[in-house]
């Protein structure tokens, strides 16, 4: 048997990596582990309570259909609706809904479907792993956009980048390692340019509903013909705390949608029904615990930002927000793995190098704090003092 190249040449996924250093540790001290972004706390009751339920009905275990179990593409659109403050002649419609396993499906099928072999897509850097591993696996190029200390990507830079290979521009907002929101304002002249050049603008909001503000992230659903230009991909793990349930959704022309919906049939039938009951349980009965999540993590995101303040052990806070910080660490004598390395084994702290999210080695380091409560915070303020002092001799 012989395993193809393609996959071979594509590194797997940081987070493994990242868990593989627990098991040789030594140390008993409790770990902070600023891995992962996956909710580490109970989905919400009404949700649970409805899963039980859906166990025990004769069409739990059942396919949903393809295009989405009706009652979430309502709620979805509802809650896009509501979110995005639109008028009743700007919803998105139901059928512009696909609901997907995850925000990694979403984007998978989507890049499939716009993208042929040698195709590129416009990819600002750092990037979410997973979506430069697809780029690669599927055989297209993603052309990395360099974002400076701002970490905001710049239309006309992007546009010095397109050529007559490119498909489509990815934006993800907030950034997932950076935290950094993108304003209206960038967005929109992002997807000004996609527009002009027939390009597709491919927006990631897994965090949306963690940004410092409630105002519209973007007014994009108001333009004319949108569906020609504008596919956005969103995730329900982080807002309703199921990652394992594995349901996110692609809003898109149904053009769009209808080629994504074959290769969710191929790889997955269809989103999973009891993903898609949890959901719905979710956006019509949870809003208390939605926002409860929000503020609490929020709050985190203050004593984060007031405790990396200090540059504890010389550790730089360049971003935050949302469910992460991104940290540039001083060690100009070491590799950002080895900092990785003795950070979890010697200081009891887990997080993921940022070469993971850049192509070269920066010293960058994703820290996610959401899952941390503020006392553990504070704790990791002196863990990385500790470490800066062990670390720089
Ligand atoms: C930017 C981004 N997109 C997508 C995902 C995956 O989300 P899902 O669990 O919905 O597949 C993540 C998860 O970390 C993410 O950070």
């Not at 020609?228 to 996110?248: N, Q």
Request: aromatic share 8%; charged share 20%; glycine share 8%.
């Amino acid at each position: 048997m012989r395993l193809t190249d393609r996959t071979l040449n594509v590194p797997a996924s940081p987070i493994a990596e990242a868990q593989a250093w627990l098991s040789k540790r030594s140390s008993d001290r409790p770990l902070l582990n600023g891995s992962q972004a996956a909710p580490n706390y109970p989905t919400a009751p009404a949700i649970s309570a409805r899963i039980a339920e859906v166990a025990n009905e004769a069409s739990g275990g059942f396919y949903a259909p393809s295009p989405g179990m009706p009652s979430l593409n309502t709620a979805f659109a509802d809650e896009l609706a509501t979110g995005f403050e639109l008028a009743d002649s700007d919803r998105v419609l139901t059928d512009e809904i696909l609901p997907t396993a995850g925000c990694n499906q979403a984007f998978c099928v989507v890049s499939s479907a716009l993208c042929e072999p040698g195709d590129e897509v416009i990819v600002p850097v750092p990037y979410y792993f997973n979506h430069q591993m697809w780029l690669q696996l599927d055989g297209v190029k993603p052309v990395f956009l360099e974002t400076g200390e701002s970490l905001l990507p710049d239309p006309a830079a992007a546009e010095a980048l397109i050529t007559d290979k490119t498909r489509a521009i990815l934006l993800v907002t907030p950034g997932n390692p950076t935290g950094v929101t993108i304003g209206p304002d960038i967005i929109h002249a992002f997807y000004d340019l996609a527009e002009s050049r027939g390009l597709a603008l491919m927006i990631d909001e897994t965090y949306r509903n963690f940004r410092e503000t409630t105002e519209p992230p973007h007014r994009l659903y108001e333009r004319e013909g949108w569906q020609e230009t504008l596919i956005t991909l969103h995730s329900f793990s982080k807002d309703l705390a199921i990652p394992g349930y594995r349901v996110g959704a692609i809003v898109a022309g149904t053009p769009v949608i209808e080629e994504a919906m074959k290769l969710v049939d191929c790889v997955q039938i269809s989103a999973p029904r009891v993903g898609q009951e949890a959901v719905i349980a979710g956006l019509t009965g949870a809003g208390e615990w939605r926002d409860a999540q929000v503020s609490r993590i929020l709050n985190n995101l203050d004593v984060f930002r007031s405790v990396m303040a200090e540059e504890p052990g010389g550790f730089r806070l360049a971003a935050s927000g949302a469910f992460f910080g991104w940290i540039q660490h001083p060690f100009t004598h070491l590799t950002t793995a080895e900092v990785i390395k003795r950070l979890v084994l010697d200081h009891d702290v887990l997080a993921i190098p940022g070469t993971a999210f850049t192509p070269t080695d920066e010293r960058w380091i994703r820290f996610s704090y959401a899952n941390l409560d503020p006392t553990q915070i504070a704790e990791l303020g002196k863990r990385l003092t500790e470490a800066g002092d062990a670390l720089a001799s």
